[in-house]
């Protein structure tokens, strides 16, 4: 029995270290990657990402200007400008404002407490 389990448990483990890897991997994106991410969230003050860098730092901002080789991101509060090689790309994120799990939050919210109102605008009227 132990054995079966053992066995069992080994096969899982070959099988998940592999994927693993390659999951890690494969989070490095390539120049023509980076550059296609930009491209889909295109130019403007309405065109706000998150980049972060293959050396682990993070550039807030909206895209205002690409060009074949690097891209400009400027920050949003000061506009100061930041040019980007495509090839120092790690990771592109468009911030496209509130997320769906707080918009859920808040609907939740104002549901719940509209129960509550009529819950207790119902009991108040029972006496």
């Given at each position: 029995?132990?054995?079966?389990?053992?066995?069992?448990l080994?096969?899982?483990?070959?099988?998940?270290?592999?994927?693993?890897?390659a999951?890690?991997?494969?989070?490095?994106?390539?120049?023509?990657?980076?550059?296609?991410?930009?491209?889909?969230?295109?130019?403007?003050?309405?065109?706000?990402?998150?980049?972060?860098?293959?050396n682990?730092?993070?550039?807030k901002?909206?895209?205002?200007?690409?060009d074949?080789?690097?891209?400009?991101?400027?920050?949003?509060?000061?506009?100061?400008?930041?040019?980007?090689?495509?090839?120092?790309?790690?990771?592109?994120?468009?911030?496209?404002?509130?997320?769906?799990a707080?918009?859920?939050a808040?609907?939740?919210?104002?549901?719940?407490?509209?129960?509550?109102?009529?819950?207790?605008?119902?009991?108040?009227?029972?006496?």
């Open positions: 029995m132990l054995r079966k389990y053992s066995t069992c080994l096969a899982v483990l070959f099988l998940i270290v592999p994927v693993t890897r999951a890690a991997q494969g989070s490095q994106m390539t120049a023509t990657e980076a550059k296609i991410q930009v491209a889909k969230i295109g130019l403007g003050e309405k065109a706000r990402a998150t980049i972060t860098l293959k682990g730092s993070k550039v901002g909206y895209v205002s200007q690409a074949e080789n690097d891209f400009v991101v400027s920050d949003r509060k000061t506009d100061k400008p930041t040019t980007i090689s495509y090839a120092d790309v790690a990771k592109v994120k468009k911030d496209s404002g509130h997320s769906t707080r918009n859920l808040i609907g939740i919210g104002i549901v719940a407490g509209a129960f509550l109102a009529i819950l207790l605008i119902a009991i108040a009227h029972l006496d």
